[in-house]
């Protein structure tokens, strides 16, 4: 697997331990992307959406230069998944940040999105936007808690019954 991993960070998290960022280079081998296509597939908001494992086979195959995926890793373990689009309305569009349940609670979540802030600053870029389900509270008030404001409610973007709250940070 290490071959198509760059690590590209190293961040403090709680109780003295560490979490990796490993930015996916090349398509992920099926014994690690199809596991992890079902960890993801299995948990909110994608379970109640009734996403299948195939709908996150896109983020495993080879990335495009804007859009990178990062490996979450914690000791040597997996432990979640952060897809990028690059140059979305001068900033960065952050599609995906998962911390699969095992790793929840531990300031992962928080410390990446500290690491997207500063690598995003060093791009020079304005803004940072992220899309999260009216439903989920826990990701709202971890976005909220580190500097992103809600811009705009979109009822049915991905069924009829749900809204998605789309949030902006401002870097500037
Ligand atoms: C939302 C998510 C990314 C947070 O990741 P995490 O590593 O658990 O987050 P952290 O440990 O950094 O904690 C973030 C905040 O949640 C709080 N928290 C931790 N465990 C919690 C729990 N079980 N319930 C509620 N809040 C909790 C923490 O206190 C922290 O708040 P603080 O910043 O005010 O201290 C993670 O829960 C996740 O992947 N959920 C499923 C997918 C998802 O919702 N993705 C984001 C939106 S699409």
Excluded: C
Excluded at 52 to 58: E, K, L, N, R, Y
Excluded at 99 to 111: N, T
Excluded at 123 to 131: A, H, I, L
Aim: proline share 6%; hydrophobic share 45%; charged share 20%.
């Amino acid at each position: 697997m290490t071959d198509v991993l760059k690590r590209v960070a190293v961040l403090p998290i709680d109780g003295d331990e560490q979490v990796a960022i490993d930015e996916i280079t090349a398509a992920l081998a099926d014994d690690i992307a199809r596991p992890l296509a079902r960890a993801l597939a299995a948990i909110d908001p994608w379970a109640r959406y009734h996403f299948t494992p195939s709908q996150f086979a896109g983020y495993f195959g080879d990335p495009a230069p804007i859009a990178p995926r990062y490996l979450l890793r914690r000791g040597d373990d997996i432990a979640g998944l952060v897809a990028l689009k690059l140059g979305w309305m001068f900033g960065t569009y952050l599609q995906l940040i998962a911390v699969l349940p095992a790793h929840q609670g531990r300031g992962i979540g928080g410390a990446v999105l500290d690491w997207l802030d500063q690598t995003a600053r060093g791009r020079g870029e304005r803004n940072q936007f992220v899309v999260t389900s009216a439903f989920n509270i826990r990701g709202l008030a971890l976005y909220q808690a580190h500097g992103f404001t809600p811009i705009a409610t979109m009822p049915g973007l991905i069924n009829d019954r749900e809204s998605e709250i789309l949030l902006r940070k401002r870097l500037t």
